[in-house]
């Protein structure tokens, strides 16, 4: 059973780096074809991808959003971390982690995501 | 603005059948997979087509995807009141090099 739950701060100052953990199970990012990626989506709006990072630590970003984003995993942990620095109230969001499969091109699996405020 | 296009809302009669169109370009829907998720209310989006048309496991037969140029898909048969949700489509755009999302498409079965 494949499953993936978001973890992290559910309330961020303006201004401040955000961490969120994805924690995984039932697949493993040692796996080739295997990334997991970050989707957010403001309350109201629609999906919005940010980040993917693969099994051979391929790592793609949006690109409005590079220079504020680093996103690494840890296959001992099974886990990948999503950091977002300079947060502001636009910012706040469900996060949600899913299982990016290469060869599908699809997130085939999702967490039940975190609501992320931003405020001071 | 989504660089995928989605109609804001759709809805049709129980056990009628409802489509949902999602225009792109050359570099997102006319070169790459397309794939469609539905999100129930208060729930994460949940994948129902990808590669186009393909159905995950578990997904019945009664959602389906088709693509034609830069524009794609999803059709719903024997609406259920369960099947309202919000629809988005999305798929990799090779200019941008990023995922892209639909604005995302709310189905009412009236």
């Known amino acids: 059973q494949i499953t993936l739950r978001e973890s992290g701060p559910t309330l961020v100052k303006p201004t401040q780096t955000l961490t969120l953990t994805c924690t995984f199970s039932?697949?493993?990012?040692?796996?080739?074809?295997?990334?997991v990626g970050w989707i957010r989506q403001p309350p109201g709006k629609a999906l919005e991808w940010l980040a993917v990072?693969?099994?051979?630590?391929?790592?793609r970003y949006s690109p409005p959003l590079k220079n504020s984003l680093t996103i690494a995993k840890d296959t001992s942990k099974n886990e990948v971390v999503l950091t977002m620095s300079n947060v502001d109230s636009v910012d706040t969001a469900t996060y949600y982690c899913?299982?990016?499969?290469?060869?599908?091109?699809?997130?085939?699996?999702w967490g039940q995501g975190m609501l992320v405020t931003v405020s001071s | 603005q989504s660089v995928l296009t989605q109609p804001p809302s759709v809805s049709a009669a129980p056990g009628q059948k409802a489509t949902i169109s999602c225009s792109g370009s050359?570099?997102?829907?006319?070169?790459?997979?397309v794939s469609w998720y539905q999100q129930l209310p208060g729930t994460a989006p949940k994948l129902l087509i990808y590669?186009?048309?393909k159905r995950p496991s578990g997904i019945p037969d009664r959602f389906s995807g088709s693509k034609s140029g830069t524009s794609a898909t999803l059709g719903i048969t024997g609406l259920q009141t369960g099947d309202e949700a919000d629809y988005y489509c999305?798929?990799?755009?090779?200019?941008?090099?990023?995922?892209?999302f639909g604005g995302g498409t709310k189905l009412t079965v009236l």
């Open positions: 999305g798929t990799w755009d090779d200019t941008l090099s990023a995922e892209v």
């Open positions: 990072i693969y099994w051979d630590e391929n790592i």
């Open positions: 039932g697949f493993s990012l040692n796996s080739g074809g295997v990334g």
């Open positions: 050359r570099s997102n829907v006319g070169n790459n997979y």
């Open positions: 899913a299982r990016r499969m290469v060869g599908e091109a699809t997130f085939d699996y």
């Open positions: 590669d186009n048309f």
